[in-house]
T-cell receptor, first 107, second 115 residues
Framework: KNEVEQSPQNLTAQEGEFITINCSYSVGISALHWLQQHPGGGIVSLFMLSSGKKKHGRLIATINIQEKHSSLHITASHPRDSAVYICAPSYGQNFVFGPGTRLSVLP | GAGVSQSPRYKVAKRGQDVALRCDPISGHVSLFWYQQALGQGPEFLTYFQNEAQLDKSGLPSDRFFAERPEGSVSTLKIQRTQQEDSAVYLC?????????????FGPGTRLTVT
């Protein structure tokens, strides 16, 4: 069974701060997704990565396959970034969601 | 619309009632997934379709849960004799490819409350 952990569970930041959310998993994977879930349930897929690093706007995702660890970074955070961020590794035919990190960015 | 849609958005059912939740995936998407998300938890996998074929239903919590996608597009998740523990948000996602590791587009979810 793939155990997925995220840290921190909750994070409050001031607007403009650099934010890091970490994800670790226990089983070798084929890819890892970072998802953003806004209040009301809507989920948006931010990244899918299997190695290295990807960047999209102010968001950066990195993954270290050997260490079974991924990070999501948000530069120059903004209140509209407030959401739950979910790490979701996929391996073989399985796709497991982490518990999520609840981010609040204060103006 | 361009995204995945789900209906109804909210459903209140009395314990013992049957409910049917609908998912309209993005047109042309091969794969369709259903997830259950309890309050404060991450989504948990229920079942996966590739076109009309249900390839994995290992996440369905009991035989009261049934999903179908008869024509390979719209899918329905049916819950029979609902119980209070079925209260959750039910999320549907679709992806273009026949691969569970490809990017998934999520619908807004249906919030089911069983009283």
């Amino acid at each position: 069974k793939n155990e997925v952990e995220q840290s921190p569970q909750n994070l409050t930041a001031q607007e403009g701060e650099f934010i890091t959310i970490n994800c670790s998993y226990s089983v070798g994977i084929s890819a890892l997704h970072w998802l953003q879930q806004h209040p009301g349930g809507g989920i948006v897929s931010l990244f899918m990565l299997s190695s290295g690093k990807k960047k999209h706007g102010r968001l950066i995702a990195t993954i270290n396959i050997q260490e079974k660890h991924s990070s999501l970074h948000i530069t120059a955070s903004h209140p509209r970034d407030s959401a739950v961020y979910i790490c979701a590794p996929s391996y073989g035919q399985n796709f497991v969601f982490g518990p999520g990190t609840r981010l609040s960015v204060l103006p | 619309g361009a995204g995945v849609s789900q209906s109804p958005r909210y459903k209140v059912a009395k314990r013992g009632q049957d409910v049917a939740l609908r998912c309209d995936p993005i047109s042309g998407h091969v794969s369709l997934f259903w997830y259950q998300q309890a309050l404060g938890q991450g989504p948990e996998f229920l079942t996966y379709f590739q076109n009309e074929a249900q390839l994995d239903k290992s996440g369905l919590p009991s035989d009261r849960f049934f999903a179908e996608r008869p024509e390979g597009s719209v899918s329905t998740l049916k819950i029979q004799r609902t119980q209070q523990e079925d209260s959750a948000v039910y999320l549907c996602a679709s992806s273009l490819l026949a691969s569970r590791a490809s990017g998934q587009y999520f619908g807004p979810g249906t919030r089911l409350t069983v009283t």
